[in-house]
């Protein structure tokens, strides 16, 4: 299996699970802008939407969308206990907390990372992804460890991908101590600490 991705980009989250996982991967950078990778492929070619994070297979297939790539990873290697099984409440509310990340938070930062954005619209999506980060600050209220409650799953490689993005977008993260903290525990994983050198991010976390 091969991973295409970018640095820091929502391909992290994949990138953590199949450490978390012990699956034996290769990775392949890809440049965003240019659509080509270290190797000199077209990009395009392999994914046509353009956009990173892709699995590439040995049958040559491909499997794209981030949300995707994290649950395949937890439901084909099963025994690293990444998700809860299907059909289960807990798996209804991992799939919930998803579809949160993906389309209440991840998504509101496309026009945060575009130049031609201009600078009221992007206060307006600061303010909006601020909201989304009070409901996730109320998770935590209780003390949980992870984003589902005792156990990491997937979410929580998501969410710590989404959250470094905030120091690129002028997001101050300390009005959140509980999601800094989650950041903290997160970061601290063998597998989080391996994908961050691997791609260049030691810093980051």
């Not at 240019?34 to 939407?49: E, H, R, W, Y």
């Not at 026009?111 to 909006?128: H, I, M, N, Q, S």
């Not at 101050?172 to 791609?199: C, H, K, M, N, Y």
Request: charged residues 25%; hydrophobic residues 45%; aromatic residues 10%.
């Amino acid at each position: 299996m091969k991973l295409y991705y970018s640095p820091g980009a929502c391909s992290l989250a994949p990138h953590i699970l199949l450490r978390e996982a012990n699956v034996p991967f290769a990775l392949e950078r890809v440049d965003t802008k240019t659509k080509k990778t270290a190797s000199g492929a077209d990009f395009l070619s392999i994914n046509p939407k353009g956009y990173i994070p892709a699995f590439e297979f040995e049958d040559g297939a491909v499997l794209t969308e981030g949300v995707v790539l994290q649950q395949y990873i937890a439901d084909h290697y099963p025994d690293a206990k990444l998700a809860p099984p299907h059909g289960t409440k807990e798996r209804v509310r991992l799939d919930e907390a998803l579809v949160f990340l993906s389309t209440e938070v991840h998504k509101q930062h496309d026009l945060l990372f575009g130049a031609a954005t201009p600078d009221d619209v992007k206060a307006t999506l600061r303010e909006k992804i601020g909201r989304r980060y009070d409901l996730l600050e109320q998770r935590f209220a209780d003390g949980r460890p992870f984003l589902m409650g005792e156990a990491f799953t997937i979410a929580d490689a998501y969410l710590f991908t989404l959250v470094n993005w905030a120091g690129w977008v002028d997001i101050d993260t300390s009005r959140w101590p509980r999601i800094g903290a989650f950041v903290q525990r997160i970061a601290a994983r063998p597998a989080v600490q391996a994908a961050l050198e691997a791609e260049g991010l030691k810093k980051a976390a």
